[in-house]
C-alpha cells in the first residue's frame, strides 16, 4: 500500500465516506449538521445515487411507496408518482448534493481497492487507484447492490447475440422486433418485463423460483392529490405515516414476526387472487405460483407483471436451463430457445465473499474482516461497528436492515455513528472501538429473535433466497422500525471504547 502520511501524522480528512449513494449522501448530511465537515467522500462511479445512477433499465422504478423512500428532513410533495421512477430517484440524489453543498467534496471515478488501520497512527488508510486517502474514521456507504451477479450456467460467456445485465443497461440496445430472453425473476425482472415485452418480437422469460408478485398501490400525484398534500394541514405528515405503516406491514412486520403477526398468510391470499385475476392460463398461473412463504425472498410489486404472461408473444420457460449457446439458451431435454438477445435480470452479490466487505480491510494486527465474519458469521454491533475494527463504521452492516425503507436505515445507522463522533469530539478520542462483550449481547439478541422469523421456518425451504449467507443464518434485523430507531437514539456510549492518541494533536481538535 502507498504511503502519502507517515505514521504519526494527521490524517488527511477526519472522516472518509465510500460511497456516494443515498447512504453516502445521508451521512455526509449528517456529518455536516455535526459540524464535522472535514469528511471526504469516494465514490468509483461518475455520479451520484448509487443504484439509482448505475441501474438505468426500461422500467426501473421504486418498489416503495416514495412517501417512504426519502429523507425524513428532504420529503418532496412533488413526485410524479407514489412509486417514483429510477430517473427522478436519481434526479433527487443530485438535488440533495447540490442543495447541500457536498459536490466538491466528492472524488468521483476513484475505487477503494483496500483498507488498513493504522493502529499508530489511530488512522486509516485507503487505497484507492488514485492513491492513498487517510482519514481518522471511515464509513462504509457501499450499499448492498452494487456488484452484477452473472449466473452460474454454462456457456454463458458464449453467446453470440447481445448480453446485457440489468444492472448496467446499454440504452443503445435495440429490442424491437427482436427475440429476447430474460433469465430471472426478481424485483428488477418484474419492472422489466411488462416494460419491453411490448416492442420485442418475442420474449421468454426464464424462471427458476417464482415470485410472489403483489399489486402495486400506485398511480399518478396529480394537480388535484399534489395541491392537497401541499395545502392541507397535516396532509404530508399523514401521507408519510400511512406510508411507512404500510411497508411495515408488507415485510419486516410479517417477516420477522411471522410467529406472532400472521400477515404473511394474508399477504399469500392475496398474492394468489391476484394471480387468478391477472392471469389467464391456468397452467401458467400455476408456474407463476411460489411454493414458498411470502417474505422468505423479497416480493414484487407490479400491477403489469403477472398480465404479461398473457401475451402471446410472452413465453414463461420454467424448465431448467442446461447451458446458454451462441444461438440461445437451451433446456432440459434439449430445448434451444433461439435469441438474438439475453438480458441477465439475475441480481448482484449479496452475503457473497467479495461484497462483504466490498473490499480487503484489515483491522487491528492485520486482522482480515472478511475472514473474521467467514470465521465467526456475519456480525456487528446494530450492524454498524465491529470488534477489531476500530474507527470503521457501516450503513449496511450485518444485522443493521430490518427490510423496511432504506433511508429509514441510513438515518437510523447515520444517527448512532454521529452519536459515536460527537463523543469523541467531545472527549478528544482518536479511537472508537464497539466491546467484544456488547458485540456479542447484540449478536446474541438477534439469534434469539430467530424463532419468529419467517426464514427459519419450512415454508422457506424452496425459496432459494439471498437474504441466507453462506453460514444459513439471515443478517437482517429482525426488529421493527420504531426499535431500530429508538436504539440508535439510546444506546450505551460505554458499549465503546474511547481512547486518545496522545500525540501529536487529533485531527479536528482545533474546532
Ligand atoms: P434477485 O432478486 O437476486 O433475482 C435474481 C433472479 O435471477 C432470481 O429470479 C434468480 O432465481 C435468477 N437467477 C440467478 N441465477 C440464476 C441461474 N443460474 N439460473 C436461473 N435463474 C437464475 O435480483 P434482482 O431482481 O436484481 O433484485 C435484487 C434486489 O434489488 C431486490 O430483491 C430488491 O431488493 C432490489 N431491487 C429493488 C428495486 C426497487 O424498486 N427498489 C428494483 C429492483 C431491484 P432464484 O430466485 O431461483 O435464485
Same mark, same amino acid.
Given at each position: ?88 430517484? $436519481? ?57 452484477? $451477479? ?167 420457460? /420454467? ?92 438515518? /437510523? ?70 426499535? /431500530? ?27
Amino acid at each position: 500500500m502507498r504511503t502519502s502520511a507517515a505514521a504519526g501524522t494527521a490524517p488527511d480528512h477526519e472522516v472518509a465516506i465510500v460511497g456516494a449513494g443515498f447512504s453516502g449522501i445521508g451521512a455526509a448530511i449528517a456529518l455536516d449538521r455535526a459540524e464535522i465537515d472535514d469528511w471526504v467522500m469516494i465514490e468509483a462511479g461518475d455520479g451520484v445515487g448509487g443504484a439509482w445512477h448505475w441501474n438505468t433499465y426500461p422500467g426501473v422504478a421504486v418498489d416503495i411507496p416514495s412517501f417512504s423512500y426519502q429523507f425524513s428532513f428532504a420529503k418532496r410533495s412533488d413526485w410524479s408518482r407514489i412509486y417514483a421512477s429510477g430517473a427522478e430517484l $436519481k434526479r433527487y440524489a443530485e438535488d440533495l448534493v447540490d442543495s447541500h453543498g457536498l459536490r466538491s467534496r466528492i472524488r468521483f471515478d476513484t475505487k477503494v481497492g483496500g483498507a488498513a488501520y493504522d493502529e499508530e497512527g489511530h488512522l486509516w488508510r485507503l487505497d484507492t487507484d488514485r492513491g492513498e486517502v487517510t482519514a481518522r474514521f471511515v464509513i462504509g456507504a457501499t450499499g448492498v447492490f452494487s456488484q452484477p $451477479k452473472l449466473p452460474d450456467i454454462p456457456g454463458v460467456d458464449e453467446f453470440a447475440g447481445t448480453t446485457a445485465h440489468t444492472a448496467r443497461w446499454d440504452h443503445d440496445l435495440e429490442l424491437a422486433g427482436k427475440r429476447v430472453g430474460v433469465i430471472g425473476t426478481g424485483a428488477s425482472a418484474v419492472q422489466l418485463v411488462p416494460s419491453i415485452a411490448p416492442e420485442v418480437e418475442k420474449l421468454t422469460v426464464f424462471q427458476r423460483t417464482p415470485i410472489w408478485c403483489l399489486p402495486k398501490p400506485d398511480g399518478p400525484i396529480d394537480g388535484a392529490r399534489r395541491w392537497a398534500l401541499e395545502n392541507l394541514p397535516g396532509a404530508k405528515l399523514a401521507t408519510r405515516l400511512a406510508s411507512q405503516l404500510y411497508v411495515e406491514l408488507t415485510f419486516p412486520l410479517p417477516a420477522h414476526f411471522n410467529g406472532v403477526i400472521p400477515l404473511g398468510k394474508q399477504g399469500e391470499r392475496v398474492g394468489r387472487r391476484f394471480l387468478r385475476e391477472e392471469v389467464d392460463d391456468p397452467v401458467v398461473r400455476d408456474r407463476l405460483t411460489p411454493r414458498y412463504g411470502l417474505g422468505c425472498k423479497r416480493p414484487g410489486f407490479s400491477n403489469e407483471y403477472l398480465a404479461t404472461f398473457n401475451r402471446g408473444n410472452v413465453e414463461l420457460e /420454467t424448465t431448467a436451463i442446461e447451458a446458454v449457446t451462441a444461438a440461445g439458451v437451451s433446456t432440459i431435454g434439449d430445448r434451444l430457445h433461439e435469441l438474438d438477445v439475453l438480458v441477465l435480470a439475475t441480481g448482484f452479490k449479496v452475503f457473497d465473499r467479495g461484497n462483504m466487505p466490498p473490499y480487503p480491510i484489515k483491522g487491528r494486527s492485520g486482522l482480515d474482516l472478511e475472514e473474521w465474519w467467514d470465521e465467526n458469521r456475519f456480525q456487528a454491533y446494530e450492524g454498524v461497528s465491529v470488534p477489531g475494527f476500530p474507527n470503521l463504521f457501516a450503513i449496511l452492516g450485518p444485522y443493521g436492515y430490518n427490510g423496511a425503507s432504506y433511508f429509514q436505515l441510513i438515518e /437510523t445507522q447515520v444517527r448512532h455513528i454521529c452519536r459515536c463522533l460527537r463523543h469523541a469530539r467531545k472527549e478528544r478520542a482518536t479511537a472508537i472501538e464497539v466491546t467484544r462483550e456488547a458485540n456479542d449481547r447484540y449478536f446474541r439478541q438477534m439469534l434469539d429473535r430467530r424463532t419468529h422469523q419467517i426464514f427459519f421456518q419450512d415454508t422457506c425451504a424452496d425459496a432459494n433466497s439471498y437474504y441466507f449467507d453462506r453460514h444459513g443464518d439471515v443478517p437482517l434485523r429482525p426488529s421493527p422500525s420504531v426499535e /431500530t430507531h429508538w436504539r440508535s437514539a439510546r444506546f450505551d456510549l460505554d458499549d465503546y471504547r474511547f481512547e486518545r492518541r496522545l500525540s501529536p494533536a487529533p485531527a479536528g481538535s482545533h474546532r
